[in-house]
């Protein structure tokens, strides 16, 4: 049973989202500013803070994969419309846009964002600092060669505007699931969404071999 502490919590982070999508889609013209309001009690009460993600591949071995795993992602509303600070830290697994397929998504770990100086174990490359609104994503698997963990040792900087969500959950069989290793400030804000919104039974029914 979830605690009243935890409801709580959990209200918090989801009104705060409900905010910032109703302010988005005003912004973008979706929405007019008359229903703003009720839009905002809409997501409130009717959406979810989590979606599934299913992710395949040896790159984030062995934090996720190789195998086909079903991921549980909290969602992380674009920053270009937040009211206030929300959402990743360095060391957090993400998904994100593919910058080469846009249509395609990608699950890595944070591990620079604006502001960090980018020096090259190559003394070839120049050092380079990252600008605003960029971040640096790299694979947890260490045995695979950079060239082939698709990060962005391979297509660069990614913009932050692309992050969709924070890996909080991972399910690689009805036996072998836990909850996924992020910084220790996301994985504090992450508490009362697992507690309320994870579903192991749900997620083992909709996973994929």
Request: aromatic share 10%; net charge negative.
């Amino acid at each position: 049973m979830v605690a009243a502490r935890t409801w709580l919590r959990y209200g918090y982070h989801k009104f705060g989202y409900a905010v910032t999508q109703s302010f988005k889609g005003y912004r973008e013209g979706i929405i007019t500013k008359k229903q703003v309001r009720g839009v905002v009690w809409k997501n409130f009460f009717h959406g979810k803070l989590t979606f599934t993600h299913w992710n395949k591949g040896e790159e984030m071995a062995p934090t996720i994969g190789p195998q086909v795993c079903t991921l549980l992602v909290r969602k992380i509303p674009n920053s270009d419309y937040l009211p206030y600070s929300i959402g990743y830290s360095i060391g957090d697994v993400v998904v994100f846009k593919d910058p080469i397929e846009s249509e395609n998504f990608i699950v890595r770990r944070l591990a620079a964002v604006e502001g960090y100086e980018m020096i090259s174990t190559d003394e070839k490359d120049e050092p380079f600092v990252l600008e605003k609104d960029e971040c640096w994503v790299v694979a947890d698997n260490e045995s695979i060669k950079p060239e082939e963990a698709n990060d962005s040792r391979t297509f660069g900087p990614v913009s932050t505007s692309s992050i969709v969500g924070r890996v909080i959950y991972c399910l690689r069989n009805a036996v072998d699931h836990g909850p996924i290793n992020n910084s220790e400030a996301s994985e504090l804000e992450d508490t009362p969404v697992l507690e309320v919104e994870l579903d192991v039974d749900e997620m083992v029914k909709n996973h994929k071999e």
